[in-house]
Structures are given as C-alpha cells and as structure tokens.
C-alpha cells in the first residue's frame, strides 16, 4: 500500500525559508512513472496546487508561486522535497504532499504537516 | 490562474441526490476532460473520488458520479448519507502543464 508523510518544522520565521519532504513508503519514485506533487491549505480555506516533480528532476510550479519555491528529488531515499523562501504569514497553511497522476488528479496524499509562519 | 468557482455550501436530506457545480473556463474545465473531485473531512487528508471527469477509483461508492457540460463540470452524490456530509473540492488541468482547484463547497446531510 503507498503511503506518504510529510516532514519538517511547523514553526518558521517571516523571510526564512519553509523547507518540507516527503517520504514515500510501498513503491518507488525512481522506477515509478508518475509525478509527485505539493497542495497546501490555508486554515479554514481550500486547497491550492504548489507544484509537482518527476524523478527525473522535472518540475512543473503553480505560476503564482514559482519566484518563491523550489522542488527537488532524492531516488536514494525515495523522497521529495519543497522550499518556499521569503515566507510570510500567508505561507501559513497546511502542507500535503501526494502523487500526482499528470495530466490528471492527485490520489494518495500524505496527512498534511501544519506550518505556521510567525516571529 | 483564478480559482474554479464551486458553490460555498449545499444540503440534502439522507437518500436524496445533490449535484456541486465547478465552473471554469475555456482554459481549463472546458478545454480539457481532466477534472478530479475530492472529499475532505475536518482534520484530514482529500480522498480522490471522481478523477478524468467522471471515473471512480478503486473503493469509491457508485453513489459519486461526475459530469461535464461547457465550462462546468459537476459532482453528483445519490442517495446521500450521513457520511457524506463533508467539504468536496473540483480540480481541473489548466494547461502548460499547471492544475487549479475550486474554492471548495461544505456538503451539510440534513
């Protein structure tokens, strides 16, 4: 059964960097073909699409947010990560990462890592 | 990129159908069959119900279908049930290889 879990601080500063990974477990990102994706949500509002990589390295980013963040892949641990830099308090959100069945939806998802943005 | 509009909130009685709307545009809902429909309860994860428009995974009751018309795609529950009543978010590829979610409508089972 795939599974993924976020993983990472859920305190971050304003202007630091909000750095995420997610680890999956019962298949492998190398040798898989599907993409891999990051959704956050803002307390109490709706889901928002952040970007999405292939082992390769691919990276495809939500154009609203792509000046601010940076996917990346590790196959040796089979895991993928997010950045997001300069982060303010509307970075507040939880964060899922889950795969990413491209051109389509999204249908394992991780539980969600809450990251609150505040001094 | 502009959020697809989905109602806020709908409701139904148990055994009742109800249908959420998600409206986009030629760029995305209308200009491609690549809408997927997640259910969310309070405090976790989406749950893919509806995914290339109108196909169910693996586990998903035939009680969830999904539907496309122009620029509007559609989730219609039937025979509601309690369990039902939960947050459902549409998503729709948008092109250049970019996704957009709905604003997401709260589903009260009355």
């Known amino acids: 059964q795939l599974q993924l879990q976020e993983s990472g601080p859920g305190l971050v500063k304003p202007s630091e960097t909000l750095s995420l990974t997610c680890t999956v477990s019962?298949?492998?990102?190398?040798?898989?073909?599907?993409?891999w994706g990051w959704i956050r949500q803002p307390p109490g509002k709706g889901l928002e699409w952040i970007g999405s990589?292939?082992?390769?390295?691919?990276?495809y980013y939500n154009p609203s947010r792509k000046s601010r963040v940076t996917m990346s892949v590790d196959t040796s641990k089979n895991q993928f990560s997010l950045k997001v830099r300069s982060v303010t308090a509307a970075d507040t959100a939880v964060y899922f990462c889950?795969?990413?069945?491209?051109?389509?939806?999204?249908?394992?998802w991780g539980q969600g890592n809450l990251v609150t943005v505040s001094s | 990129q502009s959020a697809l509009t989905q109602p806020a909130s709908v409701s139904g009685s148990p055994g009742q159908s109800i249908t959420i709307s998600c409206t986009g545009t030629?760029?995305?809902?209308?200009?491609?069959?690549?809408v997927s429909w997640y259910q969310q309860h309070p405090g976790k994860a989406p749950k893919l119900m509806i995914y290339?428009?109108?196909k169910r995974p693996s586990g998903v009751s035939n009680r969830f279908s999904g539907s496309k018309s122009a620029n509007t795609a559609s989730l219609t529950i039937s025979g509601l049930q309690a369990e039902d009543e939960s947050h459902y978010y549409c998503?729709?590829?948008?092109?250049?290889?970019?996704?957009?979610f709905g604003g997401g409508t709260k589903l009260t089972v009355l």
């Open positions: 030629s760029s995305d809902v209308g200009g491609y069959n690549l």
């Open positions: 290339e428009g109108s």
């Open positions: 990589i292939y082992s390769s390295g691919t990276t």
């Open positions: 019962g298949a492998s990102i190398g040798s898989s073909s599907y993409y």
């Open positions: 889950a795969r990413h069945l491209r051109p389509d939806g999204f249908d394992y």
């Open positions: 998503c729709s590829f948008a092109g250049a290889s970019t996704w957009v």
